[in-house]
């Protein structure tokens, strides 16, 4: 295995809920690093999966229109648990290009 917070080596009953979310959460991330298609840029990159602070960041933008472009569809994002969201920062720019390009 990867990591050393697997299941097995988890106390479930001594763990406290922000301990449990956060090795959910590592896991889930893991998870996804390892099933989410390459970007096809001529060479496959690693997906890098930003949180919408980091995103807001690199596209300059408020979270309004943030929040507006998820609800259209306009970019792709990861609902993990409750109200967290990432991002596969190589697929949110091949959308705002095919958009830019006149894509759906």
């Known amino acids: 295995m990867k990591h050393t917070k697997t299941p097995e080596n988890l106390q479930l009953y001594l763990a406290t809920e922000n301990q449990l979310k956060s090795v959910v959460l590592e896991c889930v991330k893991e998870a996804l690093q390892d099933t989410i298609p ?6 496959d990159a690693q997906p890098e999966i930003i ?10 933008i408020s ?3 943030l929040i507006r472009w998820r609800q259209k569809g306009i970019i792709p994002y990861i609902g993990l648990h409750g109200s967290v969201i990432r991002y596969n920062w190589p697929k ?3 959308a705002l290009e095919s958009k830019k390009r006149g894509g759906k």
Do not use: C, Q
């Open 38 to 43: 390459m970007s096809r840029t001529g060479h």
């Open 51 to 60: 949180d919408s602070k980091t995103l807001l960041k690199r596209l300059a």
């Open 63 to 65: 979270e309004p229109t």
């Open 92 to 94: 949110v720019l091949e």
